[in-house]
C-alpha cells in the first residue's frame, strides 16, 4: 500500500479566510513533503518533516504554516492567502530523508483558489 | 545550484518506443528519480536510479550515467495511457536531502 490521502480535493477561500489542508499516511514513513504546483510547471518543494520535526522550509512566507501533529500525519495551515497562492498543493511521504528509501510517494493534492 | 533540462514535449506513435533525456547540473547528486504525471494528478513513481546503468521495470526503462550528468527514460510498446507528462527529479543533498524537480516533457501518444 503506497497511499497517501490528502483532503479536502478542492477548496476555495478568500485572502482573509484561515483553512487548513490535511494529508495522511499509514505507511510508517518518517518524512513528509509539502509541495506547490502551478499549472504546467513542476512541483516546488515548500517544506520537510522528518521524525515530525521541521528539517527543509524553502523560504516560504509566512502565511504558510506547516505542523506535523504525529507520524501519519501532515497539516498546512493557510491565512491571508494571496491570489497568486492559488494552485495544486501536494502532499508526500518517503520512508526516510536518506539511504535508499528516499522514494516518495505523492497524494491526489488539494487544489487551492484564492479568491 | 541545480538546474535540469529535459524537452518540453514529444510525439510518438502507438505501440513505438519513445527516449526521454533528461540532463543536469547539482553540486551534490543523491540519484534521479523519474515520475509520471497525467493532467491534474499527482505525480507516480516511475523508477529511481542512484548507480550508472540501466533499470528495466516492464515497459518503462531508466538510465544514469552520472560523469555525464545525463539520464533517459525509455517507453516501450506504448499505449495511449501513456499520454502524460513525464518529470525528472534529481535528489540533492546540499543543505539537506531535497529532490528537485525538472519542467517535464509533455508526451503525446497518437495513434
Known amino acids: 500500500d503506497t497511499e497517501v490521502t490528502q483532503t479536502p480535493k478542492h477548496l476555495v477561500m478568500g485572502m482573509t479566510n484561515k483553512k487548513s489542508l490535511k494529508c495522511e499516511q499509514h505507511?510508517?514513513?518518517?518524512?513528509m513533503y509539502w509541495y506547490k504546483q502551478k499549472a504546467k510547471k513542476p512541483p516546488e518543494l515548500m517544506f520537510v518533516?522528518?521524525?515530525?520535526?521541521?528539517?527543509i522550509n524553502e523560504s516560504v512566507p509566512s502565511r504558510f504554516s506547516p505542523e506535523c501533529p504525529n507520524s501519519s500525519l501532515l497539516n498546512l495551515h493557510l491565512h491571508a492567502l494571496q491570489p497568486e497562492d492559488s494552485a495544486l498543493y501536494l502532499c508526500?511521504?518517503?520512508?526516510?530523508?536518506?539511504?535508499?528509501?528516499?522514494?516518495?510517494?505523492f497524494g491526489p493534492g488539494t487544489r487551492l483558489t484564492v479568491l | 545550484g541545480q538546474n535540469i533540462d529535459q524537452p518540453t514535449e514529444m510525439t510518438a506513435t502507438e505501440g513505438a518506443i519513445v527516449q526521454i533525456n533528461c540532463t543536469y547540473q547539482t553540486s551534490g547528486f543523491n540519484g534521479l528519480f523519474w515520475y509520471q504525471q497525467h493532467a491534474g494528478e499527482a505525480p507516480t513513481f516511475l523508477s529511481y536510479?542512484?548507480?550508472?546503468g540501466l533499470e528495466e521495470k516492464g515497459r518503462f526503462s531508466s538510465f544514469l550515467s552520472r560523469s555525464k550528468g545525463y539520464s533517459y527514460l525509455l517507453l516501450k510498446e506504448l499505449q495511449m495511457k501513456d499520454s502524460a507528462s513525464y518529470l525528472c527529479?534529481?535528489?540533492?543533498?546540499?543543505?539537506?536531502?531535497?529532490?528537485?524537480f525538472g519542467a517535464g516533457t509533455r508526451l503525446f501518444v497518437k495513434a
Open positions: 527529479a534529481v535528489r540533492d543533498n546540499t543543505g539537506g536531502f531535497k529532490t528537485i
Open positions: 518533516y522528518s521524525y515530525e520535526k521541521l528539517s
Open positions: 536510479n542512484v548507480l550508472d
Open positions: 505507511m510508517g514513513h518518517r518524512a
Open positions: 508526500a511521504s518517503s520512508q526516510d530523508v536518506v539511504g535508499a528509501t528516499v522514494t516518495q510517494y
